[in-house]
């Protein structure tokens, strides 16, 4: 195994996975979700039936301590999605943390996370820079004894024109855009047209039309 990809089902994760399968092979990638107690599992649906059909085997990792501390949309179930209140705080450092154990476990030493800065500004996303996947690494290097190790952000630069514009020279954005679910109420397609992430995924077709 050479790398694991954190992997929700959505576009740019889904992006990452083809990225690492290109380098390596499907058979040397393993694609990661997580369960945390997410508002809908339809993005879980979505990477499962994305895994397949790229050929790459997946695994899910249990993350339960986000609903017992969490107090924001995704997890809380009774608010309602707004701006600014998705973030969970700490979710990707987790994320990429287990990840990376499981990683070790497999002798491989790279995981990708689909973070994008943009995230940042968009939806007060703290943990989707490079600066923070920087410390992170290093922090990991050491908990590994793995100097070796590395997390990749392919995307982490990109504007969400230019990561579509990636999946169309990976042949994949008419299938990503089809089967990806990026929407926070769990919709396919254009989704609910008004969540933070729905916003910009749209404003991206719409510069590609």
């Keep these: 195994m050479k790398a694991l990809i954190c992997h929700s089902g959505g576009m740019d994760s889904s992006i990452c996975l083809k ?3 290109e380098e390596y092979g499907p058979g040397e990638v393993l ?6 107690g997410q508002r809908h599992k339809s993005e879980e649906e979505a990477a499962s039936l994305i895994a397949r059909a790229f050929g790459v ?11 017992l501390l969490g107090n ?7 608010l309602p999605i707004q701006n600014l209140n998705t973030l969970v705080a700490g979710r990707n450092g987790l994320m990429a ?13 790279e995981v990708h996370l689909g973070v994008m800065e943009l995230e940042e500004a968009n939806s007060g996303y703290r ?12 922090i990991l290097q050491i908990d590994l004894n793995d100097r070796a190790f590395r997390l990749c952000t392919p995307l982490v630069q990109m504007t969400k024109k230019e990561s ?8 994949i954005l008419p299938f990503l855009l089809e089967h990806t679910v990026s929407c926070y109420e769990g919709l396919k397609g254009r989704g609910c047209e008004k969540c933070p992430a729905c916003l910009l995924r749209n404003k991206a077709l719409d510069e590609d039309a």
């Design 19 to 21: 990225l690492a399968m």
């Design 31 to 36: 694609s990661v979700g997580f369960d945390y």
């Design 57 to 67: 085997e997946r695994t899910i990792i249990p993350i339960p301590i986000f609903s």
């Design 72 to 78: 924001n949309a995704l997890v809380d179930h009774s």
């Design 97 to 109: 943390w287990h990840a990376a154990l499981l990683a070790h476990k497999l002798g491989a030493h």
């Design 127 to 138: 943990d989707c820079s490079r600066a923070y996947m920087d410390l992170l690494e290093k």
């Design 164 to 171: 579509h514009d990636l999946a169309a020279q990976l042949g």
